[in-house]
């Protein structure tokens, strides 16, 4: 089994991209700009500052990119709390991991006032670690997310496991010298030398990962 399996939320474990497309949709229009499916796409895995500052410069949002990021997080907290749009497979894996004693993380570049209400819906202790976009200096695609991460974890993370759903995020995770699991959800992933792509996770069991850990 690996060390550890480290997860990204956004994509991965819940398919919560189109709520951000819809707020950053909403909010752009509603500063007079347009918004398309390729300006949406551009964001995916991105930290949320360096989206701020895209939608910013595109959108034509006069907004600080602090202001932003509070109203984003507003609109889409509100969409999550109604309901969490899981991943299909994602919870069933995760729980497989708790079970079989593989220690998990949560790697995520939304903040964490976005991700208590996903951990509420999940049963308590499913990560052993948390590490959100507001605890770290650098986001993905810096590998500082994944190595911090680790670190809390004391594993070395050439010996993790990482599932991932956007090149930014392979990025961070190949970086930091993780192994990448890429389940491809809305925007296409390249290929790479520790990129292992499966099309689901759908029945994907512990046993399943720890065949593709060197």
């Known amino acids: ?23 950053e949709t909403g909010l752009v229009e509603s500063h007079g700009g347009t918004w398309t499916t390729e300006h949406a796409m551009n964001l995916v895995g991105n930290d949320l500052m ?10 034509g949002v006069d907004l600080t990119p602090e202001e932003i990021v509070e109203e984003l997080l507003d609109g889409v ?3 999550i709390s109604r309901q ?7 919870r069933e894996l995760l729980g497989g991991l708790r079970s079989s004693g593989v220690r998990c993380a949560l790697v995520t570049m939304s903040y964490e006032r976005f991700v208590a209400p996903v951990l509420a819906a999940l049963p308590k202790g499913s990560f052993d670690v948390v590490v959100t976009g507001d605890a770290v200096s650098r986001g993905k695609p810096h590998p500082e997310p994944y190595l911090h991460a680790a670190r809390l974890l004391g594993v070395d993370p050439a010996q993790c496991l990482a599932i991932e759903d956007s090149n930014t995020g392979a990025r961070s995770a190949e970086a930091a010298g ?10 296409p992933v390249a290929p790479g030398e520790r990129r292992v792509f499966l099309p689901t996770l759908d029945g994907v069991s512990p046993t399943d990962l720890a065949a593709l850990t060197p």
Do not use: F, K
């Open 178 to 187: 993780c192994l990448v699991v890429v389940v491809e959800n809305h925007v």
């Open 77 to 79: 907290v509100g969409h």
């Open 1 to 23: 089994m690996p060390a550890a399996v480290l997860w990204d939320m956004d994509g991965t474990l819940v398919d919560t991209e189109p709520y951000w497309v819809a707020v």
């Open 50 to 59: 360096d989206s701020a500052r895209y939608i910013r410069e595109h959108g």
């Open 84 to 90: 969490v749009p899981w991943r299909p497979g994602a």
